[in-house]
Nanobody
């Protein structure tokens, strides 16, 4: 069992930046992929970014357009999302997730690829 806890959310003005963190406990995640999803009120959960265990391969949602950067800590049980040039439409609850399935171009953005989820951290971007 993996327990995921996100932090770093908050209120920021449009154009600002935030750095989200995800810490995993329960077992080592050296072989797990990790990802960020977000969900705005009344909308479906949306893929944001994913990263492989070594950090060598990353995937991003189309809306990111170079504004966000995903990374992993040296211990592999932590993950970060640096978000720059934030827009009001980025307002959502951001959750991290893990997967032991190999990621590919078909499955990396699918919710059902991921096994464990955190509760999420709220990001609010004011205009």
């Amino acid at each position: 069992q993996i327990h995921l806890v996100e932090s770093g959310g908050g209120l920021v003005q449009a154009g600002g930046s935030l750095r989200l963190s995800c810490e995993a406990t329960g077992r080592a995640l050296g072989a797990d992929n990790m990802a960020w999803f977000r969900q705005a009120p009344g909308k479906e959960r949306e893929f944001v970014a994913a990263i492989t265990p070594t950090g060598m391969i990353t995937y991003y949602g189309d809306f990111v357009k170079g504004r966000f950067s995903i990374s992993r800590g040296n211990a592999k049980n932590t993950m970060f999302l640096r978000m720059n040039s934030l827009k009001p439409e980025d307002t959502a609850v951001y959750s991290c997730a893990t997967s032991r399935w190999p990621l590919n171009s078909v499955n990396y953005a699918r919710v059902d690829t991921y096994d464990f989820w955190g509760q999420g951290t709220q990001v609010t971007v004011s205009s």
